[in-house]
C-alpha cells in the first residue's frame, strides 16, 4: 500500500477549514450581489418614475407654450420606445387640425416648435437667464410679435437678452443696445 502520511488529518482539517472560510465569504459575496442588484432595480425604477414625471410635465408644458407663440399650431412630445433612456424623443405637431410631419414644416415653424421645447424646459425649471442669438430670423413679422410677446412674459421670471435684426423684435423691446462696426466699434444703448 505504500507509505502512510501521518499528517494527512491535519492537513485535511486545515484544507477544510480554509475551504469552509472560502464557502462562508463565497456566500456572504453572493448575498451581497443579491441586495446590490435589488438596490439597482430600485433605483431604476425610481430613475424611470422621476424621469416619466418630469416628461410628461414638460410634454404638457410643451401644447401650452406652442399655442402661447403660435395660435395656429399645438403639439405633444412622446417617447419612440418603452425604455424611456434608449428612446428618441418625437415631436408631434398639429397645424390646423391635422397632424404635420416636423420635417415639412416652414422654416419658422420649425423655429417656433425648437423655441417652445426650450421654453416648456423653462417651465420645468426655470434659468435665470437667456440669451437668444436671432432664434427670429427666419420669422415673418406676425410670428415674430407673437415671440416678442412670450419673451415679455417670460422676462418677467428672468432676464432675456435677445440679439436680432427683426424689427417687430427691436421695437417692441424694453432696452436696445445697438452694436456696429465699421471702422471702429460703436455701441449705443437706448431704454424704450
Sequence with gaps: MG???????????SLAKEYDDILQKSTILINEKEQILHMLTEINMK???????CFEKISSNYNAVLKKMSPTLSGELKLDGSDPFNSKL????????????????????????????????HSYKIAPLYILDEVDAALDDYNSLNLLNFMKDLAKDTTVIAISHNSEVVAGADKVIGVTLKENTSVIGLNL
Design 3 to 13: 507509505n502512510i502520511n501521518f499528517n494527512a488529518i491535519s492537513s485535511y482539517e
Design 47 to 53: 430613475k424611470q418614475d422621476v424621469f416619466m414625471d
Design 90 to 121: 418625437i415631436i408631434n405637431i398639429i397645424k390646423n387640425k391635422k397632424a404635420k410631419d416636423i420635417d415639412i414644416l416652414s422654416t419658422g415653424e420649425k423655429t417656433i416648435a425648437a423655441l417652445a421645447f426650450i421654453f416648456a424646459l
